[in-house]
């Protein structure tokens, strides 16, 4: 067989395999009310070492009313004031890496209507204070989608997608994104997950140049954050600081959005 004939056997069965992938979750189904009521609430049946990440994470078996979930627990709590030297040897600023950003980011995803990040809220485990966050089905990282070549059946459709990843990521100055924590669905959405390293303190944005084009309700959706709305929703998960930065950040989004506009005209710049 012929190296073009093995790559293309390749893709058909990682396109066969992909087809076989449980029904996708709704957002009312890893979102709001009914995923948070069941991940506080439900019994703790097993706990075990993810195996993967630099935070530790636990993966838990749960159990309500006969239904069975996975959840990931993550309760490292780290904080580091001054200048700290980072693996890859960039420096970082009173650095932290918490369980407690996990939840900040996934009501700022409420907040704004992104719709990405898997229902995640505060609970305890063995003594252990912590995140708990849905385990979302049907899902492939993108490194894998990468490796495979698998490319999405609406190019235009993706392409939006990754533009709301990117400014989800710039408004809450996250730090560690990459192709292994995102989470590609059988429809290609995008789910997002580890943010225990975000909310950093950057007032400006750390990479404008990724903001090319804009959704509309995403704008729509920062433009109506404000300082007693976020203390209220996560002002136990970041402090005032954090809070006020993030506005800034949303300030300078706002106003990228409107330079591109103006440059190239709003049906370059905006989508739906």
Same mark, same amino acid.
């Given at each position: 067989m012929t190296v073009l004939k093995r790559a293309g056997a390749a893709v058909v069965i990682a396109l066969a395999a992909w087809s076989t992938l449980a029904a996708q979750e709704t957002v009312a189904d890893y979102q709001g009310p009914k995923p948070e009521e069941y991940l506080a609430k439900a019994k703790i049946k097993a706990i075990r070492?993810?195996?993967?990440? &630099?935070? =530790?994470?636990?993966? &838990?078996?749960? *159990? !309500?009313?006969?239904? *069975?979930?996975?959840?990931?627990?993550?309760?490292?709590? *780290? @904080?580091?004031?001054? &200048?700290?030297? +980072?693996?890859? #040897?960039? +420096?970082?600023?009173?650095?932290?890496?918490?369980?407690? =950003? *996990?939840?900040?980011?996934?009501?700022?995803?409420k907040m704004i209507g992104l719709g990405m990040v898997p229902a995640t809220v505060e609970r305890r485990l063995n003594n252990n204070v912590g995140s708990l966050q849905w385990w979302v089905e049907s899902e492939m990282q993108e490194a894998e989608r990468v490796e495979k070549r698998i490319q999405p059946p609406d190019i235009e459709a993706w392409n939006q997608v990754t533009y709301k990843v990117r400014l989800f990521d710039q408004l809450i100055a996250n730090v560690d994104r990459h192709l292994k924590n995102l989470l590609v669905?059988?429809? $290609?959405?995008?789910? =997002?997950?580890?943010?225990? !390293?975000? $909310?950093? #303190?950057?007032?400006e944005l750390k990479d404008s140049d990724s903001l090319k084009r804009f959704s509309r309700s995403l704008l729509a959706g920062i433009k109506k954050l404000n300082q007693?709305? =976020?203390?209220? !929703?996560?002002? !136990?998960?970041? @402090?005032?600081g954090q809070i006020e930065r993030l506005l800034q950040r949303r300030d300078a989004i706002l106003a990228l959005a409107a330079k591109r506009v103006a440059e190239i005209g709003e049906a370059a710049a905006l989508y739906d």
């Open positions: 070492d993810l195996g993967q990440g &630099v935070t =530790l994470p636990k993966k &838990v078996t749960l *159990e !309500r009313d006969g239904v *069975e979930h996975f959840a990931v627990f993550k309760s490292i709590d *780290e @904080t580091k004031a001054g &200048v700290t030297r +980072m693996g890859d #040897g960039s +420096m970082e600023v009173d650095f932290q890496d918490s369980w407690q =950003l *996990e939840i900040a980011a996934y009501e700022i995803d669905t059988k429809n $290609f959405d995008l789910r =997002l997950i580890d943010h225990s !390293r975000s $909310f950093r #303190g950057n007032r007693p709305d =976020l203390k209220k !929703r996560v002002g !136990r998960y970041l @402090t005032s």
